[in-house]
């Protein structure tokens, strides 16, 4: 059993936790935590499994750090603190450990990466022979290895479109719903997420991935932006009231142009009421989901929609994003140290796992 740490228990944390303790390869060696009021609290609890796992959450990070885990599931936010992340992570890779992680967005496509990142990351493999994977949902899987297989199933193909579709009421982070993105705000208000580059640093890295695997070079990369405000005053479920005339939806494109025309184009389509932006493309069912579309001889199209507890999507999302991190831990510790990327590192079969119960 390889000794896995599980940093955070927010939104992905808690999920981490379950696919820990569910991976025949691993063993939950501790669960770090930032609150103090969850220090002491088993990881079965925090991650709402509904029985104890024997492990207590603990905010003593040096303590779990010298212990010498051999992986660590570093689930803790980095949207607004990506260099308290970078330290973070810096630290456990350093301390010998292989990280996966969804927080750093710079790093997923590693070999882009600003020197000012990648460098502390390079330094810190070396001295402690750690390694570190970065990848996710969207960004991750749903913009790189899942168009990239798809697109093997083409004669021809003339552009790849991944698309994001959700209603952003379902995502449990009121602040960076109407904060970072923008949903219930006034439509003079400038959301950081939409800032000019912004969509490019978060989904430019996925572009540029794929351009890689399919052996072109990209003129550029280019973005679009649309926001539409709402019709209507709406009150949602868990997130309260967002008022008529605020945003009530954005539409977004990261476009590769190749030979003049955008080839590789990652999209977002975000609401937060159905009821806004009608028009713009929905998902079959639901509240979300995950689309590739392969324009070419022939058209394909892909959708994913992955359902969690209470039938969310957003969490089922989650959940695939930590399904690929910590699935990839045991491949990361039999390989060398180093910084990998979704290129390098395999989606595998569920071996071992299929009909696999809990203890």
Excluded at 229 to 255: I, K, N, S
Excluded at 328 to 351: K, Q, S
Aim: proline share 8%; hydrophobic share 45%.
């Amino acid at each position: 059993m390889i000794p896995t740490v599980v940093w955070g228990t927010g939104n992905v944390g808690r999920l981490a936790v379950r696919a820990v303790d569910a991976h025949p390869a691993l063993g939950l060696a501790a669960v770090l935590v930032h609150d103090p009021d969850k220090a002491g609290r088993d990881a079965g609890d925090l991650a709402g499994l509904g029985r104890d796992l024997g492990v207590a959450a603990t905010t003593d990070i040096d303590a779990v750090l010298s212990a010498g885990p051999r992986a660590v599931v570093y689930a803790a936010s980095g949207d607004v603190r990506p260099d308290d992340a970078l330290a973070d992570i810096v630290r456990a890779i350093r301390a010998g450990a292989v990280v996966v992680t969804p927080a750093l967005y710079a790093l997923y496509d590693q070999r882009n990466a600003p020197p000012e990142i990648r460098e502390p990351v390079l330094a810190a493999v070396k001295d402690g022979g750690g390694s570190l994977f970065v990848s996710g949902v969207d960004p991750g899987w749903g913009n790189d290895v899942l168009p990239l297989m798809i697109s093997g199933l083409g004669t021809t193909v003339d552009a790849i479109r991944c698309q994001e579709i959700f209603d952003y009421s379902t995502y449990d982070q009121p602040d960076a719903v109407r904060f970072l993105v923008g949903m219930g705000q006034p439509m003079d208000y400038e959301p950081p997420m939409l800032a000019p580059t912004v969509p490019t640093m978060v989904w430019g890295g996925q572009v540029r991935l794929m351009a890689r695997a399919l052996g072109v070079e990209l003129d550029e990369v280019r973005e679009t932006l649309e926001r539409r405000p709402l019709d209507a005053t709406v009150t949602t479920a868990t997130m309260g009231e967002f008022e008529a005339g605020t945003q009530g939806a954005v539409r977004f494109e990261v476009q590769g142009v190749v030979g003049g025309e955008p080839r590789i184009i990652v999209e977002h389509v975000t609401r937060i009421h159905p009821s806004c932006a009608p028009d713009w493309p929905v998902p079959p069912s639901g509240d979300g989901a995950h689309r590739v579309v392969i324009e070419g001889d022939p058209r394909i199209e892909v959708t994913v929609e992955a359902t969690g507890e209470d039938g969310n999507r957003s969490v089922g999302g989650n959940a695939t994003a930590v399904g690929r991190l910590v699935g990839a831990v045991d491949w990361l510790v039999a390989a060398e140290p180093g910084l990998y990327d979704a290129l390098d590192v395999p989606l595998r079969p569920a071996v071992g796992r299929l009909g696999r119960k809990h203890p």
